[in-house]
């Protein structure tokens, strides 16, 4: 699957790590319901920062068509807000 953070770039995951991340965007998810905007921003840099651990960068000049597209770290609520589906940032 490949992941576009927005202002960053792209990286190659494997679903495999789906589950893993889907525990990160539950509590993410919480956090924004509860409009906990401390905890949101904690949660969101360690999504951020697994799908960045987990991930192969692709070249900056890889157009690879995004399949999940996650906000900048410092997005703010109303901007995840929109980017939301009904399971989260992340699929599943």
């Known amino acids: 699957m490949i992941v576009r953070i ?3 770039g792209q ?3 494997a679903d495999s790590h789906l589950t893993e991340l889907n525990k990160l965007d539950d ?3 919480q956090e924004m319901e509860k409009g906990d905007g401390p905890g949101f ?3 969101l840099g360690a ?3 697994k ?3 987990l991930g192969d960068p692709l070249p ?3 157009l690879e068509p995004s399949e999940l597209i996650l906000p900048s770290a410092d997005a703010t ?3 995840v807000r929109d980017l939301l589906s009904d399971d989260g940032l992340i699929p599943g």
């Open 27 to 29: 509590e993410l998810l």
């Open 6 to 8: 927005m202002g960053e």
């Open 41 to 43: 921003h904690h949660t």
């Open 11 to 13: 990286v190659r995951l």
């Open 47 to 49: 999504l951020l920062a």
């Open 77 to 79: 609520l109303e901007e």
């Open 60 to 62: 900056d000049d890889s």
């Open 51 to 53: 799908v960045r651990e």
